[in-house]
């Protein structure tokens, strides 16, 4: 009993310890400079196959998360909705077709066109399908997924991607509902259409009296020394949002036990517990995808869309992966994309391994309300841009 008591005080001291470093950081102050990626924002820009999309998130398939990847490492791109046919006479062709999710391979670190090669799957009469469709348990045959964060598990090697369940539930450019969350599993070395995927459902949705939904995968750090992080723990960081305040919670789990969801725990302002429903909000204004990554002075960037959908692109200095962040430090006004009143853009995010070394390469989306109006106008709207912030 003695041994045990010493051991908590140990563990307890050692907390109260890391939290108060954690409120010395500056979380204000950063000196960068931003600039366009055009040769990023051009690589997504085609005329034939996919040819529109949102929901970029990049995977290194190596599972190095937290370094520049090298000219023959293999990057994962995955995409919710996307565009499939062509586009001709600047405008798109008859017999284009839009579907929930796809992916893309890039071999190297660079915006090559020819070094890209996009998957989708194709029905019974040979029509572009989407990859994945849900087939949980929970799953209604109406249900399809669009996919949140991923990574390559290094206690594995199998890829995992959140997919998030979403149902029509109505008319209009948001008559859909996300009603639930599961996670996706890729065999090591599967390859696709990925034909032999695994498919989970999950705990890591909730709802709450006032009918606001919140699920986990907006976001991953794999805060592992294979990963390459610099202040390696040893866990597996995943981030919710949920609400219209878009409201952040942090999860964590060792990567032996990323498929046992009894092991998760999520963070209540003061320690690691094992209810979801008394995750603490650790920032507001996020957006449904996001990213935290480590910094080159050892804090942390955790960029997101302002508000989920405006026209700044935002970053909060976290002190760690679970904070205290400081205030949203305005990065890039996408003001200059809305050409249209009906265009949107949402979901920024950045790429970590794409970056070169003391940069950030952050891409957003842009959309509009009436889809298939402006597309037929504007055919290649419909597809991420980049940045490039430089830390100075």
């Not at 904070?323 to 949203?328: L, Y």
Request: proline fraction near 6%; charge should be positive.
């Amino acid at each position: 009993m003695k041994r045990l008591t010493l051991v908590c005080l140990y563990i307890c001291t050692a907390l109260s310890q890391s939290i108060a470093q954690t409120k010395s950081v500056n979380l204000t102050d950063l000196k960068f400079t931003v600039e366009e990626a055009p040769e990023w924002s051009a690589l997504l820009k085609r005329s034939t196959g996919w040819f529109g999309g949102d929901g970029i998130y990049t995977i290194p398939l190596n599972g190095v998360e937290s370094k520049p990847s090298g000219p023959h490492i293999k990057t994962l791109f995955i995409f919710s909705d996307s565009m499939i046919g062509e586009i001709r006479d600047n405008t798109m062709a008859p017999g284009f077709k839009m579907i929930h999710n796809a992916v893309a391979v890039l071999n190297g670190n660079k915006p090559i066109a020819a070094q890209i090669k996009f998957y989708w799957d194709t029905d019974k009469k040979g029509e572009a399908e989407s990859l994945f469709i849900p087939a949980t348990p929970k799953a209604d045959s109406s249900d399809y997924y669009w996919l949140g964060d991923g990574f390559v598990n290094q206690a594995n090697k199998a890829t995992y991607i959140f997919g998030y369940r979403v149902r029509n539930v109505g008319s209009g450019p948001f008559g859909f509902r996300e009603v639930g969350n599961t996670l996706i599993k890729l065999a090591p070395g599967d390859q696709p259409p990925y034909k032999d995927a695994k498919q989970m459902d999950t705990p890591l949705y909730l709802t709450d009296g006032k009918n606001e939904i919140g699920s986990f995968g907006a976001g991953i750090y794999v805060n592992t020394k294979g990963a390459g992080a610099p202040k390696p723990d040893g866990y597996i960081y995943v981030y919710g949002v949920t609400g219209m305040a878009k409201n952040l919670s942090v999860a964590r789990v060792l990567p032996v036990d990323f498929e046992d969801f009894k092991k998760w725990t999520f963070w209540d302002g003061n320690s690691w517990i094992g209810d979801i429903n008394k995750a603490a909000t650790v920032t507001t204004g996020v957006s449904n995808e996001l990213s935290l990554s480590a910094l080159p002075d050892g804090r942390y960037a955790l960029v997101f869309q302002h508000g989920g959908m405006s026209t700044t692109v935002g970053m909060r200095i976290g002190a760690s992966p679970i904070g205290p962040f400081g205030p949203v430090i305005k990065l890039w006004d996408c003001k200059a994309d809305l050409t249209e009143k009906t265009f949107v853009v949402y979901n920024a995010k950045a790429h970590p391994t794409l970056s070169k070394p003391g940069e950030l390469l952050i891409s957003y989306n842009i959309n509009s309300l009436e889809f298939i109006k402006d597309l037929k106008v504007h055919p290649n709207l419909y597809r991420p841009r980049f940045i490039r912030v430089k830390f100075q």
